[in-house]
């Protein structure tokens, strides 16, 4: 039982470029959700899906685009990245919605030079 | 604006004491509190949560306390060991609505 899984774990991107990171998890969980880590910010949600084919918008969704076509899939997409996108990425998952037990993933490092 | 804060990056505590990381938060209508721990390296893991109908939750050496008039709670650990060394996160929720806090640092001392 894998649990949350995160792909890839770094990245280095150079301004413009544009990325994928994938996020899997195998618990059926409906709901899933990407966030960013940054020095002093904490926690940042930036979407999230409550179930298969749906998304919405959290509190910093400017710069990237979500997909859910599968229930155990959540992909993040930025498409043309910013130096103010370096952060660690941090997806996770729970069998109900935001206030229920979220399960992480190890989070994905990207760097956007 | 920050709508769940952590007013302490830090904390340092010696091993056996007690541990009390405080978290704050701005919304009325946040109903539903949970903590989570950080190790590096690694994804946050759910640690003890609490309803806004509660005042204290206990789940072994960690109580959270919830003051709704005040709009604070509190993590307590009872007595702190060296292995809780880690960044804690409040995180508050409402509806669709759901922040986490900017974190707090704790060190044990052995």
């Known amino acids: 039982n894998a649990g949350v899984t995160q792909t890839p774990k770094f990245r280095v991107l150079k301004t413009g470029q544009s990325m994928t990171l994938l996020c899997a998890q195998d618990m059926n969980h409906e709901y899933m959700y990407w966030y960013r880590q940054d020095p002093g910010m904490g926690l940042r949600l930036i979407h999230y899906?409550?179930?298969?084919?749906?998304?919405a918008k959290g509190e910093v969704p400017d710069g990237y685009n979500v997909s859910r076509l599968k229930k155990q899939n959540f992909l993040l997409g930025l498409e043309s990245a910013a130096p103010s996108q370096t952060s660690v990425y941090f997806c996770a998952s729970s069998p109900m919605f935001l206030g229920d037990t979220q399960y992480f993933g190890p989070g994905t490092r990207l760097t956007v030079l | 604006d920050q709508q769940v804060k952590q007013n302490s990056p830090s904390l340092s505590v010696q091993e056996g004491r007690i541990s009390i990381l405080n978290c704050d938060y701005t919304n009325s209508m946040f109903d539903y509190f949970l903590w989570y721990k950080k190790y590096p390296a690694e994804g946050p893991t759910f640690l003890i949560s609490?309803?806004?109908?509660?005042d204290k939750n206990e789940d072994g050496r960690f109580t959270v306390f919830l003051n709704k008039s005040a709009k604070h709670l509190s993590l307590h650990i009872v007595p702190s060991q060296p292995g809780d060394s880690a960044v804690y996160f409040c995180a508050a929720s409402a509806g669709n609505q759901f922040y986490f806090g900017t974190g707090t640092s704790l060190t044990v001392i052995p």
């Open positions: 609490i309803s806004s109908i509660k």
């Open positions: 899906s409550v179930g298969e084919g749906t998304t």
